[in-house]
């Protein structure tokens, strides 16, 4: 028996066959086919013309089985997943994609690179499926809104010391703007809003946790109590001043913006610093600010939905240094002297206040003010110790106890020959009791 070829075809080409079919055997139109298959009236012609003279698999595409035209070369492709296996190990498909690009002019798409990353089964970070929330419109104009928070992570992946990165970010635009310092508190806070005041000017409101850097935990004194206010941070504060309104948020999901930046610079970032071989938070700034975030900014920012710019520029009289410092309250002693953070300053002026301002700034300079005036002072670095004179003690001598006369023992004569000695408790005792009490 004669062996059949077997003919491989898709359901489409199957379609296509079943039709050119009833166009060979007139049943049909060729303008009909046309119309039924959405080809042209010359394709069809040509498609007929192949299945007479070849048979059913003429109906079968040319380039089946065969190599694109535009396939990517088996030396490119082996060597970039030899990158992505050794210098971008770790990296997903685009980010991996976009610094082959880069730095080793190979173009892959990201969707051929995670194909290939499959069938070669190599790991990478993927996302999480999210739970469902509600959605909140982006706010329609540059500096309406900004996102703020603090990232702790492994930056520098134990080439250097752990370190938080402070970061800023458009609602409307996406536009990004952060800085590394070394923990999180109300100097980085203030040091970095200043900076991005500095850039853009002052925005309208600030969406932000409930860190204890920018949501106080302290009762209210009773003049707030009074006045109806609440205790603010020295972060809340601050931005009072500067008439930024402060917008706490209720979970870590309510600002997803700035915590969705997070997570792409988390990967991204800390790839980008690892090929650059970067330790230290200064050096890591430098990074930032000249290469990093310009470049993401061009790739992820997006127009406003209304061209106004709603920062505020800030005004030649206002000194922000002045605003965003840390200010407490504290007793001009008697000495005139003022303790602040287990320290001791020595006021050089004769003043008559019982209270003065201590105005601790960023750079770490102290300034002592009353009614606005700066006061010189020292700082008093030891401060004396006043020395007791120690006691002698000198003992007491012990006094002689001499019994009175009508002491019980002196009362009870006891024989020369008596060895043990007892001593009547009850002056009534008995003749029988006192012979039985001597041993001869």
Not at 127 to 132: D, I, S
């Amino acid at each position: 028996m004669a062996e059949r070829d077997i003919i491989m075809m898709s359901q489409k080409e199957l379609k296509r066959l079943s039709v050119i079919h009833k166009a060979i055997d007139k049943q049909i139109a060729q303008v009909e086919a046309a119309d039924i298959l959405n080809l042209c009236i010359r394709q069809i012609g040509r498609i007929t013309k192949r299945v007479k003279q070849e048979g059913d698999k003429g109906i079968i595409h040319k380039s089946r089985g065969r190599p694109s035209n535009r396939a990517i070369a088996s030396k490119i492709k082996a060597k970039a997943l030899r990158l992505c296996q050794t210098t971008y190990k770790g990296f997903n498909p685009t980010l991996a994609s976009e610094k082959l690009e880069e730095l080793n002019k190979i173009f892959i798409h990201p969707e051929t690179l995670r194909l290939w990353f499959i069938n070669g089964q190599i790991q990478y970070k993927r996302r999480k499926a999210k739970k469902h929330r509600s959605w909140r419109e982006r706010k329609h104009h540059f500096g309406q809104m900004l996102q703020l928070d603090g990232s702790h992570h492994e930056w520098f992946e134990r080439r250097g010391p752990q370190c938080v990165f402070m970061g800023y970010i458009d609602d409307a635009t996406g536009k990004f703007f952060g800085r590394f310092y070394d923990y999180e508190g109300t100097k980085p806070a203030m040091d970095s809003f200043q900076r991005y005041i500095n850039k853009y000017g002052i925005p309208q409101s600030v969406y932000l946790d409930k860190h204890t850097t920018y949501k106080s935990t302290k009762k209210p004194t009773i003049e707030e109590e009074l006045e109806n206010k609440k205790a603010k941070s020295q972060f809340e504060r601050a931005l009072a001043e500067l008439g930024v309104e402060v917008i706490h948020a209720q979970s870590p999901q309510a600002k997803g913006r700035i915590e969705r930046a997070f997570n792409t610079h988390q990967d991204r970032l800390v790839k980008e610093m690892r090929l650059k071989g970067i330790r230290g938070v200064k050096e890591a700034n430098t990074f930032l600010s000249r290469y990093y975030i310009p470049k993401h900014n061009r790739k992820f920012t997006i127009p406003a939905r209304n061209k106004a710019n709603l920062h505020r520029a800030l005004p030649k009289a206002l000194n922000l240094d002045k605003i965003l410092c840390i200010k407490q309250q504290a007793a001009l002693r008697n000495d005139f002297t003022v303790a602040y953070e287990k320290k001791l300053y020595q006021v050089l002026e004769s003043t008559p206040a019982k209270k003065v301002m201590v105005e601790e700034r960023v750079n770490g300079a102290i300034l002592i003010l009353y009614k606005g005036k700066s006061l010189k002072y020292r700082q008093i670095s030891q401060r004396p110790i006043s020395v007791k004179p120690e006691k002698q003690y000198t003992p007491r001598p012990k006094k002689l106890y001499i019994p009175p006369k009508d002491h019980p023992y002196k009362s009870f004569k006891v024989s020369p020959y008596t060895h043990i000695h007892s001593y009547p408790q009850k002056e009534e005792s008995s003749k029988e009791e006192k012979e039985l009490l001597l041993v001869h």
